[in-house]
């Protein structure tokens, strides 16, 4: 029945739009969810409709096609009569072959006695159709999965067809082979159906490979088809084995081939499975073909049981021969079967093993897997994530039962059980497959943090790049009078000898002032090639003290601590060859200067210069990973205890979502402190097994930094000594004050007693008391551009080289000027003679730090002194510049008359030394350099044009508090000190105080800021000294303490002029 085309074509659209909706319960509350009430009800009014004119369609139809239906009522009648037809003849044809069948059983004997020629056609019919049915039999194995039973099969089969091809007669008192020729005549079929048969034997092997390729099977299955390989290839179990082995190395080539190695998570999933392929393949290897006990392994098991023969070959009559063959070669089947040795076993086993650890760290499909860890903390994550699978006993579940078995009980560490077992030796899979590899990555992630660190710090684009002066050329005057950066800092010294093991990442106030001092000092670039130095180093370090957090910490600390000192002395060293290649480019340019008009103008090469200076200054002094890597390794332990403190404090600020929940002993957090602690203890205790030694290429590389930091700073001292001396030498010449014959501005009088005849005269000298205004700007100016540059972080042997230069340049510009002014006029007067004379002995002598040869070697007990309580206890040689201002002074003393001049020298000079105490904190620099004239009291000024005005007479500190009791907020326990009334006893432990004897830990060291440190340790020290002194010995105290404090205001420089002024303070009771 078919409806209209029309009709079909009217109501498609609204069956496409119901359907679309939804047939059923399940769409009609789809529809519900989706649609509104108002399409709802527009469906449900277009399907009652459709309804409707299915019901008028189906009228009409059965109206116009009444004739139709009757018809194929009559004709389904016919078919049926027709089919209960046919039912009749097939029972009859039925019922006349069961009476043909009882007939011929019943006549069977009868026949067997009288034609024995007819019954051995009929065995060999029935050998035929087992042939025949063997195909169909092997297929349904097959389809089963029962490739043993299909292999015993095929073989029988194979004996049937034997007993075909050479069958005997048997009867009649005589033995008679059928001809083949005759018996393939009566049954054309046999040879085709045989090679039918005999094709199995290759489907079944390959079905059989094919189940032992297929992952996530039980061992049953996988027994099953060895066993049938065994029995279809003909393989010993040697040679099963090694099938066993290579199936399971073709799993894990398919898991690594799988794995795009693009992701650390996705590799290091594919390393733990195919490491649980690994044990759970020995465990079966065990299970499969190591007897243990009395009972025979499941392979053989397998393979050697088999029922009955005289069943196996069912429909065939008298199957004696071929029972005997089957028996024949379950014989031969037995004899092959020998149990292997379990050194044999063993040996197969690690070899294989080996060969899988090659090719899970080797390269699959052209790189390495591993590569995708890219990180020192993504390798201890993946050691421990491999380590987790190693120990795991869900891994080996199938294996327990036999364990179990073997054993007499549950076992808890089924791996280290099974290699017992079946490799024989203490293998550790760690060790055999990952080690190598993960140190091996470990280097290579060195090498790629140090590469990284090439690439980011680029020393040729940064000096081309800076500059800041602008213009192309700029003279001396304005390189004086440019404005200053703010770049010289009386820097202090960082609070971090305080810092405990576990100290967390928060730094202290002082901290960041430190580095903020730092951060201006140096400036944004190099500030940021230091960071980024030290940021890849930083990197570097965490990444191997988190390799180093496991059972192999020892080890590898041995091999990595040495690999990474290398690398990192070798990238250190390769940025300061590109600094060298610079600083010897900028040698060449000052050279061709004055040669070539397009040269770079000189005060640009000294900026960059200086600005090679400050990074080398930054990398010797300023770095914080680098000597770290390069130290000890010892002192790595701070580092690892650091992270440590950092996660637990993470871990503790988690919040809490019950307030009654306890943490209990197998809980997650208690297990991850247990295990955090595990990992840092082996991390910690195999860093603190090290050699407390430090990397003998460290030095190297701080002598290096340090001779090219000079290096960088002698184009600025050649250019600053030549410019500066270029205006000293105009100012000398145009001074007329020279030639006059009256006292210079800055002259004094000095009364000069005389004893004639028991009576005393006195003689007014006038003599020089201050130096020339010129020498003191030349003075003045270089202090400036050392503040400008650094100030006090300046090397001293740069301050040395400075000053040395300096005064060469003083020593030949006067030399210069004496031999102009003899050859021309004016001539020099006496009075510009004295000024001369006072100039270059100030000079010689603020200068005098770079004229002489310091012992550097400071004894240790001085290594523990207060700064500005240090003895001058270095030895000095004088050398060439102070002969040649000898040799000027020698030359001018002769313009003057000698009994003149012997009156006036010891004035002169000590109008020189008074001069030379009042400068010497302006001149600050250079006097640290090379102190002199300390045990010259420093005498008030009486000229009038002196700007130093007098202080009134306060006294330094007041009387000492000796009833008080010593409060500290050090301490508050005190033992008193008994002392006797001798004033040197007092002194003596004052002086040993002073000294550092008393304590290891000065106040300077547990503060930053010195002046706090100090002001807080006189202090201290007074209410200490308060319970020992008696009242005898505080006047000593008294006087020694103001010398003290106006000893240290010479050694500080003019930027803490200030300083000392909180100490004079009242302090409120």
């Not at 084995?241 to 081939?257: E, H």
């Not at 060293?573 to 590109?578: E, G, K, M, Y």
Request: aromatic letters at 8%.
């Amino acid at each position: 029945m078919r409806m209209s085309s029309a009709s079909a074509g009217e109501y498609r659209p609204a069956a496409v739009s119901l359907s679309s909706s939804g047939g059923g319960q399940r769409d009609a509350e789809s529809l519900f969810r989706t649609k509104p009430m108002s399409e709802i009800r527009n469906v449900e009014s277009a399907t009652r409709k459709n309804i409707e004119d299915k019901k008028e369609e189906l009228r009409q139809l059965v109206g116009t096609r009444y004739r139709d239906l009757i018809d194929s009522a009559d004709s389904i009648v016919h078919m049926k009569s027709l089919c209960e037809s046919i039912s009749a003849n097939i029972s009859s044809i039925h019922g006349n072959i069961r009476s043909l069948s009882s007939s011929s059983v019943a006549e069977t004997p009868k026949l067997a006695s009288l034609n024995p020629v007819r019954v051995n056609v009929y065995g060999i019919a029935c050998r035929v159709k087992y042939l025949v049915d063997t195909p169909e039999n092997i297929w349904g194995c097959l389809d089963e999965s029962m490739f043993l039973e299909a292999a015993g099969r095929y073989m029988r089969a194979q004996h049937v067809q034997q007993r075909l091809i050479k069958l005997e007669g048997c009867g009649g008192g005589g033995a008679a082979e059928v001809d083949q020729s005759k018996l393939l005549a009566n049954f054309p079929l046999l040879e085709h159906q045989w090679q039918i048969v005999e094709s199995f034997k290759a489907q079944i092997s390959q079905r059989s490979h094919e189940r032992l390729l297929d992952p996530g099977l039980g061992l049953g299955a996988y027994v099953d088809a060895l066993t049938a390989v065994s029995v279809v290839d003909e393989l010993d179990p040697e040679q099963v084995l090694d099938l066993f082995l290579d199936s399971r190395k073709t799993w894990i080539l398919q898991k690594l081939n799988a794995c795009t190695g693009e992701d650390a998570g996705e590799v290091v999933s594919v390393f733990c499975d195919v490491l649980s392929v690994i044990q759970v393949t020995v465990g079966q290897v065990g299970e499969l073909f190591l007897q243990a006990l009395t009972d025979m392994p499941l392979f053989y098991k397998t393979i050697l049981s088999t029922p009955p023969a005289s069943q196996l070959f069912g429909g065939i009559p008298n199957p004696e021969e071929e029972v005997g063959l089957w028996k024949s070669f379950r014989d031969k089947l037995e004899s092959v079967m020998v149990i292997l040795d379990k050194n044999d076993v063993s040996k197969a086993c690690l070899t294989w093993l080996r060969e899988c650890g090659g090719q899970i760290v080797g390269k699959v499909s052209g790189k390495h897997l591993i590569e995708a860890i890219v990180t020192g903390t993504e390798l201890g994550s993946a050691e421990k994530l491999i380590r987790e699978t190693m120990d795991s006993k869900d891994v080996l579940r199938g294996s327990l039962d036999w364990l179990k078995s073997v054993f007499g009980s549950e076992v808890e560490l089924p791996w280290n059980r099974i290699r017992e077992l079946v490799l024989g030796d203490d293998l550790n899979l760690w060790d055999e497959i990952f080690e190598e590899a993960f140190v091996e990555r470990m280097k290579s992630i060195i090498d790629s943090r140090f590469e990284d660190l090439a690439k980011a710090v680029n020393v040729a684009d940064s000096v081309h790049a800076y500059s800041e002066i602008t213009g192309e050329k700029i003279n001396f005057q304005a390189y004086l009078n440019r404005p200053s950066t703010g770049g010289g800092v009386w820097f202090i010294e960082p609070n971090a000898k305080k810092l405990g093991l576990i100290s967390g990442n928060k730094s202290s106030p002082e901290e960041s002032d430190f580095q903020s001092c730092l951060t201006a000092y140096f400036g944004p670039e190099v500030s940021q090639m230091r960071d980024a130095v030290d940021r890849r180093c930083q990197s570097v370090l965490e990444d191997l003290l988190s390799f180093f957090e496991s059972e192999k910490a020892g080890p590898r600390l041995k091999d990595l601590a040495p690999y990474v000192q290398n690398k990192c002395y070798d990238s250190v060293s390769a940025l300061l060859a590109d600094i060298e290649k610079e600083l010897e480019f900028l040698c060449a340019a000052v050279k061709k200067e004055n040669k070539d008009s397009e040269a770079i103008p000189p005060a640009i090469i000294v900026e960059k210069s200086l600005f090679m200076g400050r990074l080398l200054f930054a990398l010797l002094n300023h770095s914080k990973h680098v000597p770290l890597i390069l130290g000890s390794p010892r002192l790595w332990c701070r580092e690892t205890m650091t992270a440590v403190s950092d996660k637990l404090s993470s871990l503790l600020r988690q919040p809490r979502f019950g307030s009654n929940t306890g943490v209990t002993a197998d809980s997650p957090g208690k297990q991850f402190h247990t295990d955090l602690r595990k990992q840092t203890s082996l991390a910690v205790a195999a860093l603190l097994g090290a050699e407390e030694k430090t990397s003998p290429k460290f030095e190297e590389l701080n002598r290096t930094m340090r001779d090219l930091c000079i290096k960088a700073h002698t184009l600025w001292i050649q250019w600053l000594s030549d410019e500066l001396s270029a205006i000293l030498l105009h100012d000398l010449r145009s001074d007329d004050g020279l030639s006059a014959t009256t006292p210079l501005r800055g002259w004094e009088e000095t009364i000069v007693k005389q004893e004639q005849d028991e009576s005393q005269s006195e003689l007014k000298i006038s003599l020089p008391s201050l130096p020339s205004l010129y020498m003191i700007s030349f003075l003045c100016r270089a202090s400036e551009e050392i503040h400008r540059i650094g100030g006090h972080v300046l090397d001293k042997s740069i301050l040395q080289k400075f000053a040395s230069s300096l005064l060469e340049k003083i020593t030949i510009i006067y030399e210069d000027f004496l031999s102009a002014r003899e050859a021309n006029e004016p001539q020099i007067s006496e009075k510009g003679v004295l000024q001369i004379l006072l100039d270059l002995r100030f000079a010689s002598d603020v200068l005098s730090g770079g004229d002489t040869s310091i012992n550097m070697e400071t004894p240790k007990s001085t290594m523990n002194r207060s700064a500005y309580r240090r003895k001058q206890d270095q030895q000095k040689t004088k050398l060439v510049n102070r002969g040649r201002i000898d040799g000027v002074t020698s030359k001018l003393t002769q313009k003057l008359d000698p009994i003149d001049w012997l009156t006036y020298e010891p004035y002169l000079w000590e109008n020189e030394k008074q001069s030379y105490l009042r400068h010497a904190v302006l001149f600050g620099f250079f006097v640290q350099l090379n102190r002199m004239y300390t045990d010259t009291a420093q005498k008030l000024s009486t000229n009038s044009e002196s700007n130093i005005m007098p202080c009134s007479t306060v006294p330094r500190f007041k009387y000492l508090p000796i009833s008080a009791p010593a409060l500290s907020s050090r301490s508050t326990n005190k033992v008193s000190i008994p002392v006797t009334s001798n004033g040197a006893s007092s002194r003596n432990s004052w002086n040993a105080f002073t000294n550092g004897e008393q304590s290891q830990t000065s106040d300077l060291e547990e503060n930053s800021n010195f002046g706090v440190a100090f002001k807080s340790f006189m202090q201290e020290s007074t209410l200490k000294l308060g319970s020992i002194l008696t009242d005898g010995q505080v006047g000593i105290f008294k006087d020694r303490s103001a010398a003290a404090m106006s000893t240290f205001g010479d050694i500080l420089p003019a930027q803490a002029a200030g300083l000392l002024s909180s100490f004079t303070n009242t302090r409120s009771e």
